[in-house]
């Protein structure tokens, strides 16, 4: 295979040159002003009168913030599956079909041209980023494995279809990229994750694959089926995969799989990048190293405005753009996209650790919360907890999810419960009370409503545990028909439907 990795150097330098010169708040507002004038014409630039916005302040004052929900009931669901004029101009060609974890609600996402475009520019800034640290990669010498969901697409109306984000990302790649991407277009459409997995994994390993993509999760169990497939006790990448130069992960919190990854890349040469993409846009991916941030793409059609998460339920929310935003504030992340979305809350929540150059931290989710009883715990907090005493005993978390129990009788305390799955199975009732007491005390360090609510008698108890049995997480996502490809396992789960049928499941 003819290796372009020299061309893409070349791009390389230029882009880099691009990215040194950029002004992160003429970007944004420019890239605003072009949204406002392609939708000015549409229903929705209509009712707003994009006309005659010219300025951001002017924008945030006409337009108010909107969840999926909102766009869907006001815009969306009348005229659903042809949209066409309707928030972006022209015809939705696609919908990536979504469903949030802590939400059985099924979305369908806009999905354009311009945001192929988009998606394309902000993965060519990936492997940028790549080759920039790598400067004797040989990345586009071989293979790009995305181990994603279905290409199977459902036929929404004539010239329109919805299906999985991978999948159609895939059927859009462009020409050049094809003959370097892995699995090829029949094993793709495979939609029985179990089988798919057999099969790519047989067929993977006789591929010059350079890059691989996916949930964590997910490819860790892929891992571990290439190695009991070829009789190995641990999975090495190095031995699977000898010419892997990039590991790309994204859409959950890394720190409760590093150590696990680390040591699957032990001895390769490969390095790990993480990325921040979501059906509505691509939004950031790291160009330094893993934990220090990832750089946010401004110049690919989607505009960027942050609530404060405490702000967010509130009437009228400060809302802050790329010019105004701070270090270390929790913020809801919005929407503005090349794909007719317009002040679009997504529902992630984000913290700059780097506002010169715009760089962030995914830290959860705006519905990922424990706060059952005003304790207000975010995701980023448990992550790291959970992480910290993991370590603490010894031990390595596969996965995990954590909810409320309520009390039962007058005068009870409610809590958390963590269902956790350790890779080496099952632990002892004194370890996991070593893991229990060291997550109680990350939190009471790390969170002040916390630490109020454990104090004694105040109105929290102690955190309480189970520990699972290897692949019962994955086989409750397989119940519940969400096995594999982009969906995650939900670390906090808020809706208490679901947390009752995880501790059904797993026999609390």
């Known amino acids: ?41 549409t229903q929705f630039g209509k009712d707003y009168s994009f006309h005659n916005i010219s300025t951001v302040d002017e924008y945030q004052s006409r337009v108010p913030l909107r969840t999926y929900e909102d766009f869907w009931e006001q815009y969306w669901k009348g005229p659903f599956p042809n949209l066409r004029d309707v928030t972006w101009p022209g015809l939705i060609p696609y919908f990536p079909v979504s469903s949030g974890t ?32 790598k400067p004797q990669s040989r990345i586009m010498g071989g293979k790009n494995f995305m181990l994603g969901g279905s290409t199977d697409f459902v036929k929404e109306a004539p010239g329109v279809w919805s299906g999985d984000l991978s999948g ?44 691989i993509s996916g949930v964590p999760s997910w490819l860790l169990i892929f891992f571990d089926k ?58 950031a991916s790291a160009d330094r190293g893993s934990g220090e941030g990832l750089r946010m793409v401004l110049d690919h059609g989607i505009f960027y405005e942050f609530v404060p998460v405490d702000e967010l339920s509130s009437p009228n929310p400060t809302r802050h753009w790329i010019k105004t935003v701070e270090k270390d504030v929790n913020y809801a992340i919005v929407l503005t996209t ?16 780097d506002t010169e150059t715009p760089r962030l931290l995914i830290t959860g989710r705006t519905s990922y919360m424990l706060s059952a009883f ?46 956790v799955e350790f890779t080496d199975g099952e632990i002892s009732r004194e370890k996991m009370q070593t893991f229990l007491n060291r997550i109680d005390q990350d939190l009471c360090k790390r969170n002040e409503d916390y630490e109020a609510h454990r104090a ?11 520990s699972v049995p290897q692949g019962t997480f994955a086989a409750w996502m397989k119940k519940r028909g969400k096995l594999g490809g982009q969906n995650k396992v939900p670390r906090i789960i808020s809706r208490t439907e679901l947390f009752d049928d995880l501790k059904e499941f797993v026999g609390v």
């Not at 040159?17 to 949204?35: F, G, H």
């Not at 806009?110 to 920039?132: C, F, I, Q, R, W």
């Not at 277009?185 to 179990?194: N, P, V």
């Not at 004694?456 to 189970?466: R, S, T, Y």
């Open 168 to 211: 159609i990302s895939v059927k859009e790649l462009p020409w050049w990229i094809r003959p370097r991407y892995f699995p090829p277009q029949d094993l793709a459409l495979i939609s029985d994750w179990e089988e798919k997995i057999d099969v790519l994994g047989t067929e993977a390993l006789k591929a010059d694959i350079r890059m």
């Open 374 to 419: 005003g304790e207000h715990v975010i995701a980023e907090e448990v992550e790291y907890a959970v992480s910290n005493a993991a370590h603490e005993i010894g031990e390595t978390v596969s996965d995990y999810s954590v909810g409320a129990l309520f009390p039962q009788n007058p005068g009870d305390l409610g809590g958390h419960l963590y269902v």
């Open 102 to 133: 802590s939400s059985g609600t099924t979305k369908y996402i806009p999905y354009t041209n311009e945001m192929k475009n988009s998606n394309t520019k902000a993965g060519m800034d990936l492997l940028v980023h790549h080759v920039s640290n």
């Open 338 to 353: 090349c794909a007719g979305i317009w002040s679009y809350i997504l529902g992630d929540t984000v913290r700059f650790i």
């Open 226 to 283: 290439l190695a009991d497939a070829l009789g190995h006790d641990t999975p090495r990448a190095c031995e699977l995969f000898p010419n892997l130069e990039l590991l790309v992960h994204g859409g959950v919190n890394f720190a409760p799989y590093f150590e696990q990854f680390q040591e699957l890349l032990e001895g390769s040469h490969a390095e790990l990048r993480e990325v921040y993409p979501a059906s509505e846009g691509f939004i």
């Open 1 to 41: 295979m003819l290796n372009l990795t020299p061309l893409l150097r070349l791009y390389a330098t230029f882009r880099n040159s691009q990215l040194l010169a950029q002004d992160p708040t003429n970007v944004q507002a420019q890239t605003l002003r072009s949204l406002l004038h392609k939708a000015r014409l």
């Open 456 to 466: 004694e008698g105040f109105g929290l108890k102690a955190p309480q545990a189970i």
